[in-house]
């Protein structure tokens, strides 16, 4: 039996798969992971995120702190509520996790972090914190769900506080409020627009409750992984980890270079692998055969060399296989997959696949 | 969970088999099976007149999930393929032991059915892993 999220009851009451998600029982879908995916990119969804970890900082050096232990800048936080996405590197620059930060006050930031990653990220930020003296809290006590879709924000608006409401739909993309208990950001991982609402666990039954009545459909792992394939928005775990650097995971948008003289943890060998020639490219693929891609998978680039699907799925919204995958240097934008045996055509493609219910690629 | 096909036979694997009158075997996935692997989304299939072993995997079903083999119940030649599934793999999620049927096999020899499950066998297999 693995950890349970305040909303565990609704998703059994609401038929449910379960299945384990890195030590939580989490739902899988609740009949149709397809119909799911479709409810989020043409009208609502919403997902239990709960499992995530949500972790306070506080201190007067907390600004400072966190330009240090992030690859991203905290400097770009200026204004209030304003969120900011990056990776927390080791020495050798490999990607510890991925995290969104929000910038509450100037002594108080907000992280997200992984649920996987949950106890080496708390280790870790803790270790690099005390020098530092700020205080890392976890918030357990609270629950966390992403309401997804065009019609998100506005089927979500009555959940949010009335004293508040409008200040929370005049939220600008990739900005969060507090609304009387509730925490209410512009964020997400699907490519949609939306909200991930933030609240006291003991509310959470009463708002899955009210949403599922407003005709927001009820949202599994399932559909939150493809949607974000589609979106090319990078898993922990699958498209990288400790051994891989940011640059080689599509992630390079998000290391902040400048200052130059920003001291941050795993700057000196990212430095070297920027200048490396012969770093890996982190590419979108579609497969132009029939099948569908998976991760792991050998991608074979002829006279150039190999590399491997990091994702690779079905996407519902295009009626095709997609991947992300990191492979070898070089200029080329077509390749082969080994999948069973047999070498299937893909093509390279920008990413990212979909984004706000629009297909971004040539099919 | 809905009543099983009772003219069918059933292996550990979530295959099915029906004897057809012209003494070939029609092959599908359990219901069960399709639950588990969720919305279909491809399947590779075997070619016509390809010869097929018993326990051996004959084509591949991707659901939205994740891949899985299908392997054979029977030793014997392939006759025919349901070429529908290309188009519209998900019959076999809305019917998978009518229209969503993947092989019929024409079996070189007698079919071993001890190694195959009645139905009542097979709904206390599916009994035990749901429980």
């Not at chain 1, 029982?25 to 397809?34: A, E, I």
């Not at chain 1, 995530?52 to 209030?80: C, H």
């Not at chain 2, 099976?33 to 075997?46: K, M």
């Not at chain 2, 297999?125 to 749901?130: F, M, Q, S, V």
Request: aromatic share 8%.
């Amino acid at each position: 039996m693995g950890s349970k999220t305040p909303l565990y009851d609704k998703h059994v009451e609401t038929g449910a798969r379960i299945v384990d998600f890195g030590g939580w029982d989490m739902p899988l879908h609740y009949g149709s992971q397809k119909e799911e995916h479709h409810a989020v990119r043409n009208n609502a969804g919403v997902f239990d995120v709960s499992h995530m970890t949500i972790v306070d900082l506080k201190g007067e050096r907390v600004r400072e702190f966190l330009q240090y232990l992030v690859a991203n800048n905290v400097a770009r936080l200026q204004d209030a509520g304003k969120a900011l996405y990056t990776a927390m590197l080791n020495e050798a620059g490999g990607v510890i996790d991925d995290l969104i930060i929000y910038f509450m006050t100037e002594t108080w930031f907000r992280l997200v972090v992984n649920a996987a990653t949950r106890e080496k990220d708390l280790a870790w930020i803790r270790q690099q914190a005390e020098p530092f003296a700020v205080a890392v809290s976890e918030r357990a006590e609270l629950a966390m769900i992403a309401v997804q879709g065009p019609a998100a924000r506005e089927l979500a608006a009555p959940c949010i506080d009335a004293d508040h409401r409008e200040a929370a739909l005049a939220l600008k993309p990739f900005f969060g409020m507090e609304a009387g208990d509730m925490f209410v950001a512009r964020t997400g991982y699907t490519g949609e627009d939306g909200w991930e609402i933030v609240m006291p666990a003991a509310q959470a039954p009463a708002i899955w409750d009210r949403l599922l009545a407003a005709g927001v459909t009820p949202c599994g792992l399932g559909a939150r992984d493809t949607l974000r394939l589609e979106a090319a928005m990078n898993l922990y775990g699958s498209d990288m980890d400790e051994t891989v650097s940011p640059l080689e995971a599509g992630l390079g948008w998000t290391v902040a270079w400048e200052p130059a003289d920003r001291d941050f943890i795993g700057r000196e060998p990212l430095e070297a692998k920027r200048a490396d020639p012969n770093r890996m490219r982190f590419v979108g693929l579609l497969l132009e055969d029939k099948g569908v891609l998976r991760n792991h998978q050998r991608v074979v680039v002829e006279d150039i060399g190999e590399g491997e699907i990091t994702s690779g799925g079905f996407s519902p919204t295009l009626d095709r296989s997609i991947a992300l995958a990191r492979v070898p240097a070089g200029d080329y934008d077509r390749a082969q997959v080994d999948v069973r045996g047999r070498l299937l055509n893909v093509r390279i493609v920008k990413t990212p696949f979909v984004r706000n219910g629009e297909v971004r690629i040539e099919l | 969970m809905s009543e099983l096909p009772g003219d069918l036979l059933y292996t550990k694997e979530h295959e099915w088999l029906r004897r057809e009158d012209d003494g070939s075997v029609s092959i599908g996935i359990t219901d069960h099976a399709q639950s588990a692997l969720g919305d279909l989304v491809y399947v590779e299939l075997p070619e016509v007149g390809q010869d097929v072993e018993e326990g051996g995997d004959m084509a591949v079903v991707e659901s939205v999930k994740a891949a899985s083999d299908v392997y054979s119940p029977v030793t014997g030649t392939v006759t025919e393929v349901n070429e529908t599934l290309a188009d519209t793999p998900e019959t076999i999620n809305s019917d998978p032991y009518g229209d969503g049927w993947i092989v019929k096999v024409q079996p070189s020899g007698d079919i071993d059915e001890g190694a195959l499950l009645t139905p009542d066998d097979y709904q206390a297999l599916i009994d035990e892993e749901e429980a």
